[in-house]
């Protein structure tokens, strides 16, 4: 196949990020630490509303220090959504925490408050509950922020795949006790790998760092009164992150865009809908997405298939957890107690029937148009 690919999310550089990798080199601060770790930290702590940002090497190691600084270890619960990226319950294993999965619901594909109140039911309070805005679409914040606050229990936000979403004006990532946000390769905006983590608490942020650089506590020698690790991020990573950042705005306006455009081609399918939008939140709509309607004969494998003949990326909807090998012993909680068949959920459901469209910002008009007739004509449109 000889024609061009069309991605998925590819990175989408603009030249300023060199600058920075630039001055790394030129004053010789290539090290996990320097002036582009620092600033990259006060702006992104900026931009998001944040108090306080630590970079970090991945979106997981920043899960996994939040899991750390909130203190969760061996047997303690995290109740944490089924329909994720398992990047987000990994961490919960590397501390031997148990996961109790929780199910999706429609109106935004994430964790369902209904479901998540029948987890407090059956367990009581977990030490933690994590949520997370699935491409890009923020959670129902309100009705989950209200079920923690009412136990007293910590709100840890997977924000990796929704930096620069809002809910009600505020971003996804600075609602919980501490967010997370990742620069992966495909995210909206990347270091080529890296990961930020936020908080309102100085002291949480001043923890992360503490713990990604080898818990070294202060003295001459080298002194450790804690397991540690070496989760920071590079000098140079760091200066890609601050050129990027400068554009993460405009990124947003075209994932928009792409979204638009989808919505607007398809709109005569009657079979086919649009991931589901918060209407309380504006989403960077990170990765735009379909839904097929129940007993349609076109499946998202025959699309996908058709799209991957004209070397075109698509990529499935994340298959949940609770239907996950590595998890499956793991409890799973829907909303309306059907918990014991689990391929009846809404998130098994979301998965069986839906797929990614390629979202890459340097998607040009060309490249919409064969994407779009590809998938309308397995419609016969
Ligand atoms: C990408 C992603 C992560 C992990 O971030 P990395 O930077 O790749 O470690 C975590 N959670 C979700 C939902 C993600 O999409």
């Known amino acids: ?75 303690d619960l995290v109740f944490t959504p089924s329909l994720t990226f398992s990047a987000t319950c990994n961490p919960i294993i590397y501390e031997k925490a148990t996961p109790v999965f929780i199910d999706s619901e429609y109106d935004t594909w994430n964790m369902s408050p209904q479901a998540l109140e029948r987890a407090f039911e059956k367990y009581g309070p977990p030490k933690a509950v994590m949520v997370v805005h699935l491409y890009g679409t923020p959670a129902k914040l309100d009705e989950i922020m209200a079920i923690c606050k009412k136990h007293n229990v910590p709100l840890i936000e997977d924000a990796a795949e929704s930096l620069s979403s809002t809910y009600k004006g505020k971003h996804t990532g600075t609602f919980g006790k501490i967010g997370i946000y990742s620069f992966n390769g495909n995210k909206i905006i990347t270091t080529s790998g890296g990961g930020m983590l936020v908080s309102d608490e100085e002291e949480i942020t001043k923890k992360a760092t ?86 349609s004969k076109i499946t998202p494998d025959i699309i996908m298939d058709a799209l991957q003949e004209l070397n075109i990326e698509s990529r499935p909807i994340w298959k949940p957890m609770h239907l996950q090998p590595v998890f499956e012993k793991y409890d799973f909680i829907t909303a309306d107690g059907s918990d014991k068949n689990p391929d009846h959920s809404v998130a098994a459901d979301i998965f069986k029937r839906g797929f990614c469209l390629p979202s890459d910002i340097k998607n040009t008009d060309e490249d919409m148009e064969l994407i779009i007739n590809t998938v309308r004509k397995c419609f016969n449109k």
Not at 21 to 46: R, S
Not at 53 to 58: F, I, K, P, Q
Not at 248 to 266: C, G, S
């Open 1 to 75: 196949m000889d024609r061009k690919k069309i991605y998925l999310s590819s990175p989408t550089m603009h030249g300023e990020e060199q600058k920075f990798i630039k001055e790394a080199f030129d004053t010789n601060w290539v090290a996990p630490l320097g002036p582009n770790v620092d600033a990259l930290e006060k702006e992104m702590a900026e931009y998001t509303g944040a108090g306080h940002a630590s970079a970090l090497s991945a979106g997981t190691a920043a899960i996994h220090l939040a899991l750390r600084i909130l203190g969760i270890g061996e047997g």
């Open 210 to 295: 503490f713990l990604s650089t080898q818990a070294r506590d202060p003295a001459r020698h080298y002194q450790h009164s804690q397991i540690g690790y070496n989760y920071r991020m590079s000098n140079i990573t760091a200066g890609i992150g601050r050129g990027q950042l400068l554009h993460l705005e405009e990124h947003k306006a075209i994932k928009k865009k792409i979204y638009e455009q989808y919505k607007k081609a398809f709109e005569d399918i009657e079979e086919l809908s649009m991931n589901p939008l918060n209407k309380d939140g504006d989403a960077n709509n990170w990765l735009s997405c379909v839904l097929i309607k129940e007993g």
